[in-house]
């Protein structure tokens, strides 16, 4: 006579069996349909003690109770996903660090991932002893607290910060999309309009430029057009619904939509109303654009229509054959994105990319293109327009135009070469 704890225990495996059959015809299906699923679905640090029908062992006990982690922090199965910060820097006071965009989804850039850049450090400031500074050209020199700033009406606008130098125009170019574009981020930024701190000052005749100084040791100026001032300009002390962080600014920095990063200056403790810019270190010793006949383009603030492809990307390879989703990003310091077109035969022909909304102005777009890859090598690339109708050009135009000694505001297309066995790489390496 059969048992019937052996009958159950029979029976389920039976049911598993039955059930992981199913499963595995499932998706050989997907791979052969579509290349959704291969190997890799069973990673090798998986145990099949946790696969379906089985209860999973985070199932069976509670889990981390809230009080240990009073400040929300990433998964550990997500260790990786940090910022870019280069190994073979001699020393840290002027540094900078990557945001991993081709490990991210979506426009919004954490602010745990936001790329920094700073000059001498970042400085530990008591936001109850910051002062901002407002004097020159003015009715009246104020000095503002940040209680002063927040009595202000408040906005929150989206948009992207890079620095001029992303890339430069020297190899190495670096392997992933990190290492090309990576000083490159998007948040919602929340602080007061400059142009109505401005008019609490009263702006005087001759008043052309904003000269504006972060409170670091670097002490850090740039010279500001009064028309950006009183268009789109802020002061901001909110970045992702929270204050900024030290590496971003904390507690006030300038923000200026669509200008180089460098301009938007962090700790921000002073603003000048002058009749000229102040040309200094920033503005004439760096951030000027050396050209082939030896002048230099100085006050190129704007950063042109830039994309690129982050999935796939260098450092990443494709599993299999099949259906890819071709993701990335673009953006304009003009305005909306209007286009991305992807080319997936080394540039001999385009297709239109969808845009996933919302599109904003100064902002990262993300674009799609469904790709089905037949495991030949291939070269893939992305194209944006923006709405001036501006279209990003090639590495080869813009060095025919601008010669080797240029540095600054490389906004060139981006290749991705793949390979039959699916690794990515740069393809102008």
Known sequence: MTDSADIDENTAATSRRRFLCKSGALVGGAVIAGGLAGSEALGASESADNLPPNVPEWMKTPGDPMGSQPYGTPSPFEKGV?????????????????????????????????????????????????????????????????????????????????????????????????????????????????????????????????????????????????????????????????????????????????????????????????????????ETSKYTDLMPDGSARDFTFYMEAKSIITRPSGGQRLSTPGFHEISGIAWSGHGKIRGVDVSVDDGKSWQEAQLQEPVLTRALTRFRLPWHWDGQPAVIQSRATDETGYVQPTLAELLAVRGENYYYHNNAIWPWRIAAGGEVTNANA
């Open 82 to 282: 940090i910022k870019n910060i280069p190994k073979n820097l001699s020393q840290y006071l002027s540094a900078s660090g990557r945001t991993p965009l081709q490990d991210l989804d979506g426009i919004i850039t954490p602010s745990g991932l936001f790329y920094e850049r700073h000059h001498a450090g970042v400085p530990t400031i008591d936001p109850a002893q910051h002062r901002l500074m407002l004097h020159g050209l003015v009715d009246k020199s104020l000095i503002f607290t940040m209680d002063d700033i927040r009595r202000f009406p408040s906005e929150s606008r989206i948009h992207f910060l890079e620095c001029s130098g992303n890339p430069s125009y020297k190899k190495p170019y670096g392997k992933t999309a990190s290492d090309l574009v990576g000083l490159l981020s998007c948040a919602e930024w929340t602080g007061v309009s400059l142009k109505l701190v401005l008019q609490e000052a009263g702006l005087q005749a001759g008043a052309k430029w904003v000269v504006a100084e972060g409170a670091d040791a670097a002490g850090l100026t740039r010279s500001i057009p009064i028309e950006k001032c009183l268009d789109d300009a802020m002061l901001v002390y909110s970045q992702n619904g929270e204050r900024l962080r030290p590496q971003q600014g904390y507690p006030l920095r300038l923000l200026l939509p669509g200008f180089e990063g460098n301009m938007n200056v962090k700790w921000l403790r002073r603003l000048r109303v002058a009749a000229e810019p102040t040309y200094s270190r920033e």
